[in-house]
Every structure is written in structure tokens, then in C-alpha cells.
């Protein structure tokens, strides 16, 4: 047995034997009140990398303020990853240091320990039903929910036609459908976090909360289509590596070249807008030409 198969075995027995001690149902007095009666406080945890380097991140851990959604807590700090990725196992790699800052908080301001916790990646909807969101949860004791920007085709579940027609019946903020897994267990939920999206974010069970508060709770936080906590998580550590490491990427989709082409082709379209208003064109063409270049793009965070 090659190290790899080793490491892999020796993972799959941590998630079997951790995964008994996910709780799946509420076990809080302000999860049982529809307006979260009783929660203060939220918090949102995520790693960012610089782009090319999968070793060097920054972990971050926000608290937030329940219902105003107001930053009451940050920390940010650098991280090396010493575990190796490989898929399923993302938790082994991450949750050392997403720990390490919730215990930072606990020993400095133990006041404003958050009630719950959401991750930046799934619970139960999960190969072995033991994602981030669990293993988080359950080190920590805390509930937990997991919200992935992306769907993970797993247990049966599939980005297929049937998929794209369940989202398309989403029709307002807080609707949603069950990811069901072949077996017939829903793992999850597919969820219109925002009337202003279209584009669901994927809720799971992370640990002592049930999948409907989950669901739930994560609409009340959401102000875009990420829920505000991770969306500060995510938004605040890639500000904390520009502002560290300016000359590197933080995760842009962009090189440094493409940018340039796309600032020279805004320019140029300026003046051709220009050029053609002197000539009479009206005024609504060049903003449909500006946004055919992305001139006006909407913050990737708010999407």
C-alpha cells in the first residue's frame, strides 16, 4: 500500500468515526423561534490563497452581529497548509487552522464566541456525508452550517437537465429544493438565497442545527447571494493578502496582461462612444457598449 492509500485509509477511518457525533437537528432555544429569537451573534469562516501557491493561505474567522449583519470580530492570519489536497478531504487540510482562530477568540474576547458558524464549503452533501462544515462543527462543538458556492455531483446528485429546470423554478429569495441522494436521503438543499440571483448556493448540515433552520437561516443572512458571514470571511482575507502581498495574485482571474488588454479595450471604447454621440447616437447605446466590455462589473462577492 503506496503512503497516499495509507493517508486516504487512515482519513476515512477519522470521518466514520467523527461522523456518529454529527448532530442533525436543532439543539438551541433561538433555533426554535422563526425569528431567531436569542442569536447575537454569527460567524463566517474561509481560507484565500495567493494564486499558484496551495501551501501559503490566509485563514480568516468574522463575527457578525444577528440580525444587522454588522462586523463586531475579524481575525486574519497567514497559515503554511502542511496536508496534501486531495478530494473528500479538504477538512484535513483546513480545519487546523479555522479552530485555531475560533480558540484565538475564546481566549481574547470570549464574549463574542459566535452561536453558530458557517463554512465555506458542504456538511453532509458530501461523499462519506462528513464535509468541512461537519468537521468543523463537531471539533468545535458548535453548530455549524455549510454553504457551497458550487455543486459537488455526488451520492446521485448531478448538474444535469433535471438540476437546471429545478433551479429555473426558483422564483423568488428562499425557495429551494432538496438534493436527494440515490439511496433517497436529502443531503442538502438547493437555495434562492436572493431575489437579485438566480444562481442557488448549496446548504448542508454542518452540525447541531437541522437542515430546514440551516435553510432558513442562511436566507435571513444573505443581503447578496452569499450569506453575509462568509461572504465577509471570503471578502476581507483576499484584502488582507493585497494588502500583504501587493505584488501577487489574490486569486484574480486575471493576469496582469489581460488586464492591461481589457483597460486599453475600455478605453478605446470610450472614445468610440465618444465619437459616436458627436455623431448623434444616443446616449443608451454607449451604456449597452460599455457593458458589452465589462466595464461596469457588479463585485464578484456580491454575485
Not at 449583519?69 to 497548509?81: A, C, F, G, I, R
Not at 487540510?93 to 458557517?118: D, I, M, N, S
Not at 461537519?134 to 455549510?146: A, D, R
Amino acid at each position: 500500500m503506496s503512503p497516499t492509500d495509507e493517508l486516504v485509509k487512515q482519513w476515512e477511518s477519522e470521518q466514520a468515526c467523527l461522523r456518529e457525533q454529527v448532530v442533525e437537528e436543532d439543539t438551541e432555544d433561538w433555533q426554535k423561534s422563526s425569528d431567531f429569537s436569542g442569536l447575537e451573534r454569527v460567524a463566517g469562516l474561509d481560507l484565500s490563497f495567493i494564486k499558484g501557491d496551495d501551501v501559503n493561505a490566509c485563514s480568516q474567522l468574522v463575527v457578525l452581529s444577528y440580525p444587522d449583519l454588522e462586523v463586531l470580530y475579524e481575525d486574519s492570519q497567514m497559515v503554511t497548509l502542511t496536508a496534501p489536497y486531495m478530494a473528500g478531504f479538504l477538512a484535513f487540510r483546513e480545519t487546523p487552522f479555522l479552530l485555531e482562530a475560533l480558540q484565538r477568540l475564546e481566549r481574547e474576547k470570549p464574549a463574542l464566541v459566535p452561536q453558530v458558524l458557517f463554512v465555506d464549503g458542504n456538511g453532509l452533501f458530501h461523499y462519506r456525508e462528513f464535509g468541512l462544515a461537519c468537521h468543523v462543527g463537531v471539533l468545535s462543538g458548535l453548530p455549524c452550517v455549510g454553504v457551497a458556492k458550487n455543486l459537488l455531483q455526488v451520492q446521485g446528485v448531478y448538474k444535469n437537465e433535471e438540476h437546471q429546470s429545478q433551479i429555473s423554478a426558483l422564483q423568488k429569495g428562499g425557495d429551494s429544493f432538496p438534493l436527494r441522494a440515490t439511496s433517497g436521503k436529502v443531503l442538502g438543499k438547493a437555495l434562492r438565497s436572493s431575489d437579485k440571483s438566480t444562481k442557488p448556493v448549496y446548504v448542508s448540515v454542518g452540525h447541531k442545527i437541522s437542515l430546514d433552520t440551516a435553510v432558513h437561516l442562511t436566507h435571513c443572512c444573505c443581503r447578496f447571494r452569499v450569506p453575509e458571514p462568509i461572504r465577509q470571511a471570503d471578502y476581507r482575507s483576499r484584502e488582507y493578502l493585497r494588502a500583504h502581498f501587493p505584488v501577487a495574485d489574490t486569486g484574480s482571474t486575471e493576469s496582469m496582461s489581460d488586464a492591461a488588454k481589457r483597460t486599453l479595450k475600455m478605453i478605446s471604447t470610450l472614445l468610440y462612444c465618444k465619437m459616436q454621440c458627436k455623431y448623434g447616437l444616443c446616449a443608451r447605446a454607449c451604456v449597452f457598449e460599455l457593458l458589452r466590455v465589462q466595464v461596469f462589473r457588479e463585485d464578484a462577492f456580491r454575485l
